[in-house]
């Protein structure tokens, strides 16, 4: 099984046995590095898509939401990416093989294509039309925020 | 076992015991998903209410939203931010009531909960003496030193609230021998 034998590779790499032989508190701190990703990214996509449905700071332009919404979406996605990324590839064989890791990555591909083609296109208009600033809010938000719940069942799955 | 136990702190023990296996309690802690589901709930809420708090923390500090005035910000921010953090203390309640014996004998729970009087304290404190005195208009104008203060305090302690809760797994019990 190819899927089984890039699992392994992944675990046994040296970036791997650095951290699951470091302390265990390493990897508590990449898992508090992770948590504030997460918690950055989601508050950005709540704040852009309250401004989109009309409830948050209406009167104020979408350029000046969208700017404090782009600063935090991309701390936090950097933030979640890295330390995700690490903690994977020390843990990789556990998780790698569970359904709801699989689902986590399948909403997380949704999430930023939905991110590139639609979201941050709607943001750059001043005036989007509302079926759009909708339609980007509400996909952005299930998407997203689904990424976070499939991540924190994967410790009980 | 000669270790003397306070009996304020046996009392907290046995009440805690009391909780956790309550039958609330053990409903949530033997599910296999309303513990989750609250957990994810958590997270969810956490993220709404300390992004949010960010944002306007930020904006005291002059470094978001520089052309919208702080009283607007304060007043269009704050139904939500205060909703999310009813949810976040709903569901971190619940999260408890499941899992109280091992939470009062865990070295970053007590943290967390001294910093979340202390940001309540300081939520408080600008709410009563500070926000009243911010104006309206004239949105570029620096806010007061005291809303400055309130918003690095605000930054700081909530951090260190996310980085104890997270840390809660991760720290061994300060019970040697466990509970009594």
Redesign the interface.
Known sequence: MRLAAVLDTLQNSAVAHAISKSD??V??TL??VH??G???????L??VS?RLLGW??PE?PLS??AR?GR??FRIGVTLAVVSGTLIFIATAKLYGTKWIFGLKMVLFAAAVAIHVLLLSRVLRQEQPSPAAARTAAALSLVLW?GV??AG??IG?A | MNEVVPPVLAGLYAWAEKIEYSAVGTAIAES?YL??LI??LH??A???A???L??VDLRLLGA??G??PVK??LS??RP?IIGAFALVFVSGGLLFWSAAARMVANPAFAIKLVLIVLAGINALYFEVAVSRGLVGEGAVAATPRAARLAGIASITLW?LI??SG??IP?LPSWVPGGIP
């Not at chain 1, 997460?38 to 950005?44: D, M, P």
């Open positions: 265990h508190l990897g508590a898992q508090v948590i504030f997460i918690v950055l990214l989601l508050s950005s709540v704040l309250l948050l700071l104020a000046v939401v404090e600063r935090f925020f976070g719940f924190r069942m009980f | 296999r513990f989750v957990e994810g997270l969810a956490l993220a709404v300390f992004g949010l960010l944002l978001a939203l052309t919208v607007r910000v269009q921010l939500w951090s996310i980085v997270r840390l991760y």
